[in-house]
């Protein structure tokens, strides 16, 4: 059997407060994510759905509990390049062109300029952007700028990505287009993602899972399951379709304080959280 | 090919406006000269303006014509344009070495503090106070210490003693420039370089050396500039023959009989100014790539 692509168990993350007061970030998170799966994480500021996706990236460390990608340590994971990551801000380097930026994983991995022509060519097509290889990223929008970033982060055919609030910056539009490219990226590719972002229709469109989480502690309430049902694709069709709103109008109401937690509490209305 | 045309119109221009600022300036000298009291402008007993004599303000068409004057009266001496030339040549070189060693020093200064916090903490004070003390006081410091150092037939020179003189006035822009820099880089991108499982030096070359050209330009130009005055002033407190610096003050006493003279070796100093920084410019062009955070 092959092993799962995170695995996730009894994970806490404590960060030392001003005053001696400590901040929960993560309260005991336990998530599976199995090879190929897209699963999102959502939640209002401050739930621990970055942290918890920079401890999956080993960009943190646990402070309590365990956690295996591919079934190594995320030490491990990190060093032999299991995984690509995208961020909120493409973060692109503004004296590489876009080839040189998509290449640069591979350049710091020392292959040799050859072997990364043709497969920066082959990412730039794939995420639509062969005419720009040339051009710096100041010339580009944000949309294609991020286009660039998940481009880079798929530069070594990573089995997993993780993506920090990639859409995050950009407009309703473009975002809407971004979200069809990616499910059509994850299509071509088969790599498993973990996906945190703060909107809810975003979630849904894009995952199989989307795990809603709460802040003060950070913690999973639940995980919801997405499904496009008929078609099985992830299209504009699946946008206007009944289930897509039924699981948004799921998560929300989740989001937004409607079940009793374990402890028979009413979780408070998380602010914070885009509606739309 | 329009686009070729504009941009060297521009620059036509740049040059146009520079020359229209030196020409302001001449204008204002000649306008005060001849419009200005002889004995100056007095306030309350206290000159506020200098005179206009000839002897304290000389035509700055005398001033040009100097160039072209015999140094001394006896027959086949050099002209004082080519006196000046040579000694803009000598000194700009003792810059270039200065700049060179301040550039160097800097750089491992920053790279130290770039990489070790504590390293920061220990040597940036030191770095700033070490500017505070007057260049006047430690030229002959460096002279002396420098007189005892033998390596084998090389023999420490007094030209050596202004180039580090230099250098340490040079060092400090480049010094506090490049740490800013290398520290410049973004959040993401550090986590990053992170994620690549990248070792620092792999990441210093790949992410904070090219981040820290725009930081570094203005630095490095400073340096040049810092350089300059510090061989000159240190020329002078060394007593160093060959040099601008010396010259300014041996032509400063023949201002009595020539007036205008003086200023020879004072233009001299300028234009070895104007061309180290114009130097540093042209690093500047090469790095272009690099600065396009700056106009992003």
Same mark, same amino acid.
């Given at each position: 059997?092959?092993?799962?692509?995170?695995?996730?168990?009894?994970?806490?993350?404590?960060?030392?407060?001003?005053?001696?007061?400590?901040?929960?970030?993560?309260?005991?998170?336990?998530?599976?994510?199995?090879?190929?799966?897209?699963?999102?994480?959502?939640?209002?500021?401050?739930?621990?759905?970055?942290?918890?996706?920079?401890?999956?990236?080993?960009?943190?460390?646990?402070?309590?509990?365990?956690?295996?990608?591919?079934?190594?340590?995320?030490?491990?994971?990190?060093?032999?390049?299991?995984?690509?990551?995208?961020?909120?801000?493409?973060?692109?380097?503004?004296?590489?062109?876009?080839?040189?930026?998509?290449?640069?994983?591979?350049?710091?991995?020392?292959?040799?300029?050859?072997?990364?022509?043709?497969?920066?060519?082959?990412?730039?097509?794939?995420?639509?952007?062969?005419?720009?290889?040339?051009?710096?990223?100041?010339?580009?929008?944000?949309?294609?700028?991020?286009?660039?970033?998940?481009?880079?982060?798929?530069?070594?055919?990573?089995?997993?990505?993780?993506?920090?609030?990639?859409?995050?910056?950009?407009?309703?539009?473009?975002?809407?287009?971004?979200?069809?490219?990616?499910?059509?990226?994850?299509?071509?590719?088969?790599?498993?993602?973990?996906?945190?972002?703060?909107?809810?229709?975003?979630?849904?469109?894009?995952?199989?899972?989307?795990?809603?989480?709460?802040?003060?502690?950070?913690?999973?309430?639940?995980?919801?399951?997405?499904?496009?049902?008929?078609?099985?694709?992830?299209?504009?069709?699946?946008?206007?379709?009944?289930?897509?709103?039924?699981?948004?109008?799921?998560?929300?109401?989740?989001?937004?304080?409607?079940?009793?937690?374990?402890?028979?509490?009413?979780?408070?209305?998380?602010?914070?959280?885009?509606?739309? | 090919?329009?686009?070729?045309?504009?941009?060297?119109?521009?620059?036509?221009?740049?040059?146009?406006?520079?020359?229209?600022?030196?020409?302001?300036?001449?204008?204002?000298?000649?306008?005060?000269?001849?419009?200005?009291?002889?004995?100056?402008?007095?306030?309350?007993?206290?000159?506020?303006?200098?005179?206009?004599?000839?002897?304290?303000?000389?035509?700055?068409?005398?001033?040009?014509?100097?160039?072209?004057?015999?140094?001394?009266?006896?027959?086949?001496?050099?002209?004082?344009?080519? =006196?000046? *030339?040579?000694?803009? /040549?000598?000194? +700009?070189? %003792?810059? @270039?070495?200065?700049?060179?060693?301040?550039? $160097?020093?800097?750089?491992?200064?920053?790279?130290?503090?770039?990489?070790?916090?504590?390293?920061?903490?220990?040597?940036?004070?030191?770095?700033?106070?070490?500017?505070?003390?007057?260049?006047?006081?430690?030229?002959?410091?460096?002279?002396?210490?420098?007189?005892?150092?033998?390596?084998?037939?090389?023999?420490?020179?007094?030209?050596?003693?202004?180039?580090?003189?230099?250098?340490?006035?040079?060092?400090?822009?480049?010094?506090?420039?490049?740490?800013?820099?290398?520290?410049?880089?973004?959040?993401?991108?550090?986590?990053?370089?992170?994620?690549?499982? =990248?070792? *620092?030096?792999?990441? /210093?070359?790949? +992410?904070? %050396?090219? @981040?820290?050209?725009?930081?570094?330009?203005? $630095?490095?130009?400073?340096?040049?500039?810092?350089?300059?005055?510090?061989?000159?002033?240190?020329?002078?407190?060394?007593?160093?023959?060959?040099?601008?610096?010396?010259?300014?003050?041996?032509?400063?006493?023949?201002?009595?009989?020539?007036?205008?003279?003086?200023?020879?070796?004072?233009?001299?100093?300028?234009?070895?100014?104007?061309?180290?920084?114009?130097?540093?410019?042209?690093?500047?062009?090469?790095?272009?790539?690099?600065?396009?955070?700056?106009?992003?």
């Amino acid at each position: 059997m092959r092993a799962n692509a995170v695995e996730v168990t009894g994970v806490s993350r404590v960060f030392p407060g001003r005053k001696g007061r400590e901040v929960v970030a993560l309260d005991d998170v336990h998530l599976t994510v199995s090879e190929g799966e897209f699963v999102s994480l959502i939640g209002p500021s401050g739930c621990g759905k970055s942290t918890l996706l920079r401890i999956i990236a080993d960009l943190d460390v646990p402070t309590a509990g365990s956690l295996s990608v591919f079934g190594k340590s995320a030490h491990q994971a990190r060093l032999d390049q299991d995984y690509g990551i995208a961020f909120q801000q493409a973060g692109l380097l503004p004296w590489r062109t876009v080839s040189d930026n998509v290449g640069l994983p591979l350049e710091v991995h020392g292959q040799s300029r050859g072997s990364r022509r043709s497969r920066v060519a082959e990412l730039l097509e794939l995420v639509g952007l062969a005419d720009f290889a040339r051009s710096y990223p100041d010339e580009l929008s944000g949309g294609m700028q991020q286009r660039v970033a998940i481009a880079r982060a798929l530069a070594e055919s990573p089995r997993l990505l993780l993506m920090d609030e990639p859409f995050g910056a950009l407009d309703e539009i473009t975002r809407e287009r971004m979200q069809g490219e990616l499910v059509r990226i994850c299509a071509e590719t088969g790599a498993a993602v973990v996906f945190v972002t703060h909107s809810i229709p975003e979630a849904v469109f894009l995952s199989d899972r989307v795990v809603v989480m709460t802040p003060r502690p950070g913690r999973i309430i639940d995980v919801v399951d997405s499904d496009p049902g008929g078609s099985g694709r992830r299209d504009d069709e699946f946008r206007d379709a009944a289930g897509f709103f039924h699981t948004v109008a799921r998560v929300r109401e989740l989001l937004h304080g409607g079940p009793a937690t374990t402890t028979g509490q009413a979780v408070p209305a998380a602010r914070g959280v885009e509606t739309r | 090919m329009t686009q070729g045309i504009t941009k060297l119109l521009r620059l036509l221009g740049r040059v146009l406006l520079g020359a229209l600022g030196v020409l302001v300036l001449v204008g204002a000298w000649e306008a005060y000269k001849a419009l200005g009291p002889d004995n100056g402008v007095v306030v309350g007993g206290n000159t506020i303006l200098p005179r206009t004599t000839d002897l304290a303000m000389p035509h700055v068409w005398d001033m040009l014509t100097t160039f072209s004057d015999p140094v001394n009266s006896f027959s086949g001496s050099d002209t004082v344009g080519s =006196v000046v *030339w040579s000694a803009c /040549l000598f000194t +700009l070189k %003792l810059a @270039a070495i200065g700049w060179g060693i301040g550039v $160097a020093v800097g750089l491992v200064l920053a790279l130290l503090m770039a990489r070790f916090r504590l390293a920061e903490t220990a040597m940036l004070p030191w770095i700033v106070l070490s500017q505070t003390v007057p260049l006047i006081a430690i030229a002959p410091l460096v002279r002396r210490w420098g007189s005892q150092i033998h390596l084998g037939g090389w023999v420490w020179s007094s030209e050596n003693s202004v180039s580090v003189i230099a250098a340490y006035l040079a060092f400090f822009p480049v010094a506090v420039g490049a740490l800013r820099g290398l520290r410049s880089p973004d959040a993401t991108h550090l986590d990053l370089m992170h994620a690549y499982g =990248v070792g *620092w030096w792999r990441s /210093l070359v790949k +992410l904070r %050396l090219p @981040a820290s050209v725009p930081y570094l330009l203005p $630095a490095l130009r400073l340096a040049a500039a810092s350089s300059v005055i510090g061989t000159v002033v240190a020329e002078v407190s060394i007593g160093l023959r060959g040099g601008v610096g010396r010259l300014v003050i041996e032509y400063a006493q023949s201002a009595g009989g020539d007036p205008a003279k003086p200023w020879a070796p004072i233009f001299g100093a300028v234009a070895v100014g104007l061309v180290a920084a114009g130097a540093v410019g042209l690093i500047g062009l090469l790095c272009r790539p690099y600065r396009r955070g700056e106009t992003a």
